[in-house]
């Protein structure tokens, strides 16, 4: 019976390994379908496989510019309320060696949404307030203060037009960001983004869409007049 424990013990591992790439096949295939019943109740287009053009066409955002191997994944196209939309799962790779010296691959995956707008605006950046912004004041790039003190301490804003960067944050706006403290904001050229640390389900994709036609609505049409 021993002579047989290590065959025993290496189809375990083959079974675990099997089980888990059907599970994981399972779940992303419900999560297809649930983008479908989504795309097919907001009018949305939908399309499942990857896109390498969606990260050329916006590398100029900073989330979509990192790393290798960037593509685009169950990705929403359409109008909702008039306002040009995308939503899409996002993945990058990034490497780093271990102690061995073997090269490890990091696979990055979140949710990302664009607002296309009929103008063009300069870059601005808008997170929330932590290590890292933190570490960025630190080494020189100082975030703009605002009015609001509790806005300044809560998100860190960064633009070379300052005046734009007033402008896209006046009080109604502060006031909304303050109560949805998990949002990270870019706005370049003629696109208002929108980042996550991780895939959001289809429900919550739902309502980030509509969160996005909010914050459009929220900037003074004076912005858009030529």
């Given amino acids: 019976m021993e002579a047989f424990f290590p065959y025993f013990f290496i189809i375990g591992i083959i079974a675990v390994?099997?089980?888990?790439?059907?599970?994981?096949?399972?779940?992303?295939?419900?999560?297809r379908e649930a983008f479908q019943r989504l795309a097919s109740d907001l009018g949305f287009a939908y399309r499942v496989g990857k896109d390498y053009g969606i990260p050329t066409r916006y590398n100029f955002l900073n989330k979509l510019s990192t790393g290798s191997n960037r593509y685009a994944q169950n990705i929403l196209e359409g109008e909702l309320e008039g306002f040009p939309l995308h939503c899409f799962d996002y993945h990058y790779e990034t490497y780093s060696t271990d102690s061995k010296g073997r090269r490890q691959t990091h696979h990055h995956r979140f949710s990302y949404f664009i607002l296309e707008m009929r103008k063009s605006f300069p870059e601005l950046l808008i997170y929330p307030e932590g290590f890292f912004s933190k570490l960025g004041q630190f080494i020189g790039f100082d975030d703009i203060d605002f009015e609001s003190i509790e806005f300044s301490k809560a998100f860190v804003v960064k633009s070379k037009d300052k005046?734009?960067?007033?402008?896209?944050?006046?009080?109604?706006?502060?006031?909304?960001?303050?109560?949805?403290?998990?949002?990270?904001?870019?706005?370049?050229?003629?696109?208002?983004?929108?980042?996550?640390?991780?895939?959001?389900?289809?429900?919550?994709?739902?309502?980030?869409?509509?969160?996005?036609?909010?914050?459009?609505?929220?900037?003074?049409?004076?912005?858009?007049?030529?």
């Fill in 163 to 226: 005046k734009f960067a007033y402008d896209f944050c006046h009080t109604r706006m502060m006031e909304y960001l303050l109560k949805h403290p998990d949002l990270s904001l870019e706005i370049e050229g003629s696109c208002l983004a929108m980042g996550f640390g991780s895939r959001l389900t289809p429900e919550e994709v739902e309502k980030r869409l509509k969160q996005m036609v909010t914050l459009r609505k929220l900037l003074p049409e004076y912005l858009f007049r030529d």
């Fill in 17 to 31: 390994i099997v089980g888990l790439a059907i599970l994981g096949y399972l779940h992303e295939k419900k999560r």
